[in-house]
């Protein structure tokens, strides 16, 4: 590779190397697992809502209030008629976002969708798309909280037009947290938690709840009179959710909700995910995003050096369209970022194949490229995104991944043959006094000739010197410069000096006429 090209790739494994604040890899961030570490003996549940801190009806079956009851959705039981089941279980990822607005898209005559929520929470950008997409929802939406809607849980749970509780369940504790430098979750900062507290409040009110304690489960400074102070998150239990008018109804199981909701004939039916879908939450994870980046920019480069069929190029676009593809299903990339890409490509192109040198060409189509992959791993709004941590996490995954692209790529370079396309940009012919290195054309270069020997050497001039010319010295005619006046042709020099490649000469001055070639004498008579 000739100077240009190391200068190229040193820029970027430079770029790679900036300090990163979180683990290579890390699941972006461990969003909304539930709350702080320190909060976690406080605020788990059911520390809310337990005998000890829940006003004093709470806990008194006797004086226990009822719950105001369901709303009856159909006629004769619902015969006839479909209840669409979506499991909102495990961790709320990217992957589940499209899912739910599928099956919501699928069946708007649905009688009713009901979510049957058991999770610890996850991403908040996939639980915020979820919630739009469930205010936005045709039919009637139920979420029956089987047995806990933690964080992001209870944030898609307040999206429904309903909340159902299970005996034992509890919903609360939405403060979204990060991992720091050293893997321990702390809460976030007060422009994240303002945001989820606007997100709860609005998404409450939406359905006619409380936003007083839909705040509180997100801030701990929320004080709302006789259910919690501000030491602690709310997290509610049943009976406290009912007391406080977030449960619509109590039941035991999925079958008495139909029938309490006048649906206990209705067809239910479970909904699945599809391949594309399955296939997305896998795509999406940083991990696997990052090999496939690695691996698709390795496979286009390898491309350039390798002769073949095209396998390192057609491995090399798969890999970016699988990576893109995931995150179009999750609803993460757009058309933005594949224009992002394309204009970072042809920039870089444009600097390696047209304009001579590395200059701002180079350097945009890196940040272009940079700014492409990184966006399309975020899906919230950039303040957001950054005050979560998600940005830095997708710059990290992106830069980790260039690096070891560099890396394999360096190693590889030197095993790989190379095709003529891009032969020129590399210099192949070797220079020394040994020998000649013939090029494509047959033509022979040779290494400037070693002159210092010349010093001190006479010669003849072959050319006028006026002050440059060329003399005979040593047997080879020599580039010469007169030390002081011009020579005419023929003239006897000697070197006088020489500098690198500049060889100065003096002229000599005219043998004197021997005795024998003295003309005789006059003789005498």
């Not at 698709?296 to 369209?321: F, K, N, Q, R, T």
Request: with cysteine.
């Amino acid at each position: 590779m000739n100077r240009r090209s190391y200068f190229w790739w040193a820029l970027v494994a430079l770029a790679s190397l900036l300090p990163l604040a979180r683990p290579v890899f890390a699941d972006p961030v461990a969003t909304d697992g539930g709350p702080p570490a320190g909060d976690a003996a406080a605020d788990a549940p059911p520390a809310v809502g337990a005998a000890a801190d829940a006003p004093p009806a709470v806990g008194a079956a006797a004086d226990a209030p009822s719950p105001r009851g369901l709303p009856t959705l159909a006629e004769d039981g619902g015969a006839g008629a479909e209840v669409v089941v979506v499991p909102i279980t495990g961790t709320i990822d990217l992957g589940l976002a499209p899912f739910v607005r599928r099956v919501i898209e699928e069946n708007p005559d649905a009688a009713a969708i009901v979510l049957d929520v058991d999770t610890f929470g996850g991403r908040v950008d996939a639980a915020v798309q979820i919630r739009d997409a469930l205010l936005a929802a045709e039919p009637p939406v139920i979420a029956y909280v089987h047995p806990r809607a933690i964080s992001a849980g209870a944030l898609i749970s307040y999206a429904a037009d309903h909340i159902v509780f299970a005996p034992g369940g509890s919903m609360g504790a939405v403060t979204p947290v990060q991992t720091n430098e050293d893997g321990e979750t702390e809460a976030v900062g007060e422009k994240m938690t303002s945001y989820m507290r606007a997100e709860m409040r609005t998404t409450a009110e939406a359905n006619g709840r409380d936003g007083d304690l839909a705040e509180a489960m997100v801030d701990r400074t929320m004080v709302v009179d006789g259910v919690v102070d501000d030491t602690k998150l709310l997290t509610a239990t049943t009976e406290l959710a009912v007391e406080l008018g977030l449960a619509d109804d109590v039941q035991p199981t999925l079958g008495d909700l139909l029938a309490a909701a006048g649906l206990e004939r209705a067809e239910q039916v479970e909904a699945e995910t599809y391949w594309a879908e399955e296939l997305s939450r896998f795509l999406t994870d940083p991990a696997v995003s990052g090999i496939l980046m690695s691996l698709g920019m390795l496979g286009l480069l390898v491309e350039l050096y390798s002769p073949g069929v095209g396998l390192p190029g057609a491995v090399g676009v798969l890999c970016l369209s699988a990576f893109f593809g995931g995150h179009l299903i999750a609803d993460l990339a757009g058309m933005e970022e594949l224009v992002l890409l394309v204009l970072g490509l042809v920039a870089l192109g444009f600097e390696v194949f047209i304009i001579p040198g590395f200059g701002v060409a180079g350097v945009v189509g890196i940040v272009l490229v940079i700014s492409s992959l990184s966006l399309s791993m975020v899906g919230m709004p950039l303040t957001v995104s950054w005050e979560l941590g998600y940005i830095t996490d997708a710059i990290q995954t992106v830069l980790v991944s260039i690096a070891a692209t560099i890396v394999v790529m360096a190693m590889l370079v030197r095993f790989l043959p190379r095709r003529a396309m891009p032969g020129w940009l590399v210099l192949r012919t070797e220079l020394g006094t040994a020998g000649a290195a013939p090029d494509a054309a047959g033509a022979d270069f040779h290494a400037a000739p070693d002159l210092a020997g010349l010093t001190g050497m006479e010669g003849v001039a072959e050319t006028d010197l006026r002050l440059a010319g060329k003399a005979r010295i040593d047997g080879r005619v020599v580039d010469v410069v007169s030390a002081h006046a011009y020579l005419r042709r023929g003239a006897r020099v000697r070197v006088a000096l020489v500098e690198g490649v500049r060889v100065v000469v003096e002229e000599l001055a005219p043998p004197a006429a021997t005795a024998a070639e003295a003309p005789p004498a006059p003789s005498e008579e």
